[in-house]
């Protein structure tokens, strides 16, 4: 059983920083690609970014690209995203998800979710 779990949400002012980070239990994650997506009250669940597990190749939407970085540990099991530079746009429930597949931004590819953390940027 794959297990995800959130962390590092918050309120930060506009310009300010966060790191999320997602520690994940219950299977080997070696050949899994992990993302990051983020819903917005009203809005469809939007892709962040995401990494490959055991190559750590890189993928970003255009409105994150240069503010935020993706990365994995993976002696500890965890995956991040640092986020400089945020926006009042960036306010959403950010979610981690693992797909034992391809590099994907696609949500129907991800097979194991998260629950969420709550990020919160003020103008």
């Known amino acids: 059983q794959v297990h995800l779990v959130e962390s590092g949400g918050g309120l930060v002012q506009a310009g300010g920083s966060l790191r999320l980070s997602c520690t994940t239990s219950?299977?080997?994650?070696?050949?899994?690609?992990m993302g990051w997506f983020r819903q917005a009250p009203g809005q469809e669940r939007e892709f962040v970014a995401a990494v490959t597990w055991r190559a750590g190749s890189t993928l970003y939407t255009d409105s994150v690209q240069g503010r935020f970085t993706i990365s994995r540990d993976n002696a500890k099991n965890t995956m991040y995203l640092q986020m400089n530079s945020l926006k009042p746009e960036d306010t959403a429930v950010y979610y981690c998800a693992a797909d034992d597949h391809a590099l994907t931004r696609y949500p129907e590819e991800y097979d194991y979710w998260g629950q969420g953390t709550q990020v919160t940027v003020s103008s």
């Open positions: 219950g299977q080997t994650f070696s050949s899994y690609v």
